[in-house]
């Protein structure tokens, strides 16, 4: 019985690596089944259309595990996008940089706006993010007058950037990567990065050795925020076309792809490569079935049922035993013996 939970345990420790196998054996499945899904072409599009999740679930990834969940982030998207794309339609002499920094500094805002009143206000956050979520998306239909930006209406630069290449390879990858690079040396090497996770085991035991949990929790949902905002230019480019319902529903692939991953809905567990193998498992899937002309009730079907399985398999991995705390910033050792 002891070798059967060593050997459960061990499973879970290699988590990411299953995860990885088992999107390799899903490609290399349907690609017996449609042999163009594994050709270079298409395996490029799904690499593309799969970098606006990773980026989203990234920051999604540290908001939940400060036992927290951000279900504005799409509305955010939508009217980060939305924005953009009337500021360049409007203002076409706009330099490209300018315009996506006011989408980011949009998503940053509105992210603040929920960090605020989770952080400092105290209020739960699945109760301030889906407020805001109908209040941001609200304001894309009230700010556009309910009309479309089509692309004629674009900067023929707006919309060429995420498609455009380097190296052969598309500006969204390299955005992407980028963005994976830097939330793993944020998640793994900055202090801030390491208080959000002990936020997430003992918000107690954070608050009392020095960390300012209310501080954290405002930048957390400011950085989900400003990735929101980072996406809603890309997406309306990547698609030239902003509408009123960007992204609708969006926020539930994100967090699916969060759990999927093996990022803790309890809080204080998760990994930067379980995001993104979450993310990519989703692309293949969504991608995968049309192809096999599987029909859109059983795709959605499908897609909740593979989430239930991976929080069953999240409950069971965190059943046994505490969870790991990473290094916590301990208070001045001769402080301490003085405040005795």
Not at 105 to 128: C, D, F, Q, R, S
Not at 196 to 204: D, M, R, S, T, V
Not at 227 to 244: F, I, K, N
């Amino acid at each position: 019985m002891s070798q059967a939970n060593q050997g459960i345990k061990a499973i879970f420790k290699q988590r990411e690596a299953l995860l990885a196998v088992l999107v390799v054996v899903m490609i290399g499945l349907v690609g017996l089944r449609a042999p163009v899904f594994v050709s270079p072409t298409s395996l490029a599009n799904l690499l593309t259309d799969s970098t606006l999740l990773v980026m989203l679930a990234l920051t999604q990834m540290f908001v939940i595990v400060t036992r927290g969940i951000d279900l504005s982030v799409a509305s955010n998207l939508a009217l980060s996008g939305m924005m953009a794309a009337l500021l360049a339609s409007k203002h076409p002499e706009l330099p490209l940089a300018v315009v996506l920094l006011v989408a980011v500094a949009i998503g940053l805002l509105l992210g603040l706006i929920n960090g605020w009143m989770i952080g400092y206000l105290e209020l739960p956050p699945i109760v301030v993010t889906l407020g805001t979520m109908s209040v941001y998306r609200g304001l894309v239909f009230v700010l556009s007058g309910g009309a479309w930006v089509s692309s004629h209406q674009m900067p023929a630069d707006f919309v060429a950037f995420p498609l455009g290449r380097l190296l052969g390879i598309t500006h969204l990858v390299w955005i992407a990567a980028i963005v994976i690079a830097l939330m793993w040396y944020l998640a793994r090497y900055t202090r801030f990065g390491r208080d959000l996770y002990a936020i997430g085991n003992e918000p107690a035991s954070a608050r009392y050795v020095g960390i300012d949990s209310a501080r954290r929790l405002f930048w957390t949902y400011g950085l989900s925020g400003a990735m929101a905002g980072l996406c809603g230019y890309l997406w309306v480019a990547r698609y030239a076309v902003a509408y009123t319902e960007i992204a609708y529903g969006f926020e539930f692939t994100v967090i699916a792809a969060c759990v999927i991953g093996g990022i803790s809905i309890a809080g204080g567990s998760g990994t930067v490569a379980g995001a993104v193998l979450g993310s990519l498992f989703l692309a293949v899937i969504n991608n995968a079935l049309p192809i096999m002309k599987v029909s859109p009730f059983w795709q959605s079907a499908l897609t909740g049922i593979i989430i239930l399985t991976a929080v069953l398999i999240n409950a069971r991995g965190n059943s046994k035993g505490s969870r790991q705390i990473l290094p916590l910033h301990l208070v001045n050792p001769s402080s301490s013996r003085s405040a005795a």
